[in-house]
């Protein structure tokens, strides 16, 4: 299997709670891959996505993306490589209050420098594929949580990533609504040959995905 991403004796330690997340943790990501992350409470899943993500660093250990050492890098070069290769979705959908649907799928385009007229036009692509382009005038407010889930994936989609990391990402919605967001997510993953990792307590969603990685939590001595 060729691998996107590749974690190699990774360790995250908080000393102040003489706890280690991941400790000497080793993962490889294959293209086109869905992988689902369970474990306990406190046993690291939300910091091995913020680690994937490039939101977080890791005390040791090294990790690389299409054969190239990353963790070295400036804080600049890392922004720049988690504009463009990574989508985020979390549990909370995380849209900007006063941003219309439209402004909060352009949001990563803005950040890459693009002017507001291409990002809204690429914005409005995207919506329109996930049959959200009625939705672009609205606040989130004014949106179901399964609409403002789905503009969540429309923002992670609009970046084209290469890995599209998912916090939790059905945990507040309904059994139907998670279904189709489910679906949503599987299907883009097919269509558009991203790997998806996706961090889940529900082992019905877990069995969805091509693998699942158990974590646990461990103290230290």
């Known amino acids: 299997m060729f691998c996107i991403a590749k974690l190699i004796n990774i360790s995250k330690i908080f000393p102040q709670s003489n706890v280690a997340v991941l400790e000497k943790f080793n993962l490889d990501i294959g293209y086109n891959e869905s ?34 050492e ?12 988690r504009n463009t290769m990574f989508g985020f979705v979390f549990q909370s959908h995380l849209l900007i209050p006063h941003y219309t649907c439209l402004e909060n799928c352009a949001l990563p385009l803005y950040y890459r420098g693009l002017v507001p007229r291409e990002a ?17 005038k609205r606040l ?7 609409q403002q889930q789905r503009v969540s994936i429309a923002r992670a989609m609009v ?23 489910l ?7 097919e269509e558009r040959k991203f790997s998806l990792v996706m961090v889940t307590h529900d082992q019905t969603v877990a069995n ?14």
Request: charged fraction near 20%; proline fraction near 4%; hydrophobic fraction near 40%.
């Open 35 to 68: 992988i689902a992350i369970m474990g306990a409470s406190g046993s690291g899943k939300t910091t091995l996505l913020s680690i994937l993500g490039l939101l977080d660093s890791p005390n040791q250990g090294q990790y690389f993306l299409h054969d190239k």
């Open 70 to 81: 990353i963790l070295q890098l400036s804080h600049q070069h890392k922004a720049k490589i």
């Open 120 to 136: 809204h036009e690429k914005a409005e692509s995207v919506l329109s594929a996930l049959g959200l382009q009625e939705l672009s």
């Open 140 to 146: 989130p407010h004014q949106l179901s949580g399964g």
């Open 159 to 181: 970046t084209k990533p290469q890995i599209l990391l998912a916090d939790e990402p059905t945990s507040a919605l309904d059994t139907a609504t998670k279904e189709e967001v």
């Open 183 to 189: 679906d949503l997510l599987f299907t883009l993953a």
């Open 208 to 221: 969805r995905c091509s693998r699942i990685i158990q974590l646990n939590k461990q103290v230290l001595c």
